[in-house]
């Protein structure tokens, strides 16, 4: 490991040296690279170096206590603190040293569906859409609707939208999945406990430049927008519905009121959408790996479970159940979000996935 992060040291002196040079930014796309490279190395240098510092203090603390004798007690507990920290720092560079998804700095895209239960179900998907909502602004990110569809009762048939943030994927790639809710729906008047189901998929957001997709490939239809009930009709055919004809997947946008930035929109989807089924391609075929336990989450695996009634919101891929269920609805989730993380860390240090 020392050898592997005295290469990267090596790497990121050569990097800020670099940067000094009075031609650094003749060719800006480069220069961009450089400095993205900088600042990825930056914290596994830095941890490095306290590592490097730490060893020194303990040998200097070992050399002084035959020299020193009056000062053994001060200077072993100078040798135990250095050796603690360093300790430390040996399993946080492990962790820093990981394979890093290389989506995890991408905008999401996030598709959530009523799933079983009907009514109950939509209701669900919206409380899980205004919880991802309320997720995002504590961060400071923005949502941007792709699409949209209410029911009668204000609940979500479907809702597609784009949360723009820096290291979105990497905070929200936990949530696809099968999300399980047990309470008493607003539509029941006998108080009696329904499950229902929503369903939420998570993209990271590519470019369709990123994918290869063949114009031939796509057909593109256009239709009127409109909101929930019919209303706020749109009276120009602005929104897109693109269908990918190899593959059967349909795309749709509707909330941007020109077709042209619909459009835009919708090919960013598509393009997400065949990124992920490339990605499950290769892990199939290629690394024929079993898939993780905390993954990314496939869509018809049921991944938590909303009780109400006990006010606990249980994550059954780590076994963690956290109480407050308000207050993850209402957008704290980083207990869960770091627990899935640290979880997924440790699986691949279990593996021994040092990059």
């Known amino acids: 490991m020392e050898e592997k992060l005295t290469l990267l040291e090596n790497k990121y002196d050569e990097l800020c040296a670099r940067s000094e040079q009075p031609d650094f930014y003749a060719d800006p796309k480069l220069a961009a690279r450089y400095l993205r490279e900088q600042r990825e190395l930056e914290p596994v240098v830095k941890a490095f170096r306290t590592w490097k510092q730490a060893g020194a203090t303990m040998d200097e603390a070992l050399a002084m206590m035959g020299e020193e004798p009056e000062m053994k007690e001060f200077l072993q507990d100078e040798y135990q603190t250095a050796k603690k920290e360093r300790e430390a720092l040996e399993d946080e560079l492990r962790i820093l040293l990981l394979p890093k998804d290389p989506n995890d700095g991408k905008n999401v895209i996030v598709e959530i ?11 669900f998907a919206h409380s899980l859409f205004r919880m991802y909502s309320m997720y995002a602004a504590s961060k400071g990110w923005t949502v941007e609707l792709l699409n949209y569809s209410e029911t009668e009762l204000g609940g979500v048939k479907e809702a597609d939208f784009v ?46 430049a990123e994918v290869d997709i ?138 021994g996935e040092e990059a």
Do not use: W
């Open 113 to 123: 569906r009523g799933g079983v239960g009907g009514e109950e179900s939509a209701l």
């Open 163 to 208: 949360i723009d943030g820096a290291g979105a994927y990497s905070r929200m790639k936990f949530e696809s999945g099968v999300h399980r809710v047990q309470r008493v729906p607003e539509t029941e008047s006998g108080g009696r406990i329904h499950t229902s189901t929503a369903t939420v998929a998570v993209l990271p957001e590519m470019e369709a």
């Open 214 to 351: 063949r114009p031939e490939d796509v057909e593109m239809q256009v239709y009127r927008s409109s909101g929930a009930g019919g209303q706020h009709i749109n009276k120009t055919s602005s929104a897109v519905r693109l269908i990918h004809k190899p593959t059967g997947i349909v795309v749709a946008c509707q909330e941007e009121r020109s077709q042209f930035q619909n459009r835009e929109k919708a090919m960013s989807m598509l393009a997400s959408k065949l990124y992920e089924i490339e990605q499950e391609r290769i892990e199939g075929e290629v690394t024929g790996a079993r898939r993780s336990q905390i993954g990314s989450g496939m869509r018809n695996e049921k991944i938590r479970t909303y009780n109400f009634p006990q006010d606990r919101v249980t994550d059954h891929r780590i076994g963690l159940t956290l109480h407050n269920i308000q207050g993850f609805m209402d957008g704290n989730l980083d207990a869960m979000i770091d627990a899935l993380t640290n979880a997924a860390q440790a699986e691949k240090l279990g593996k």
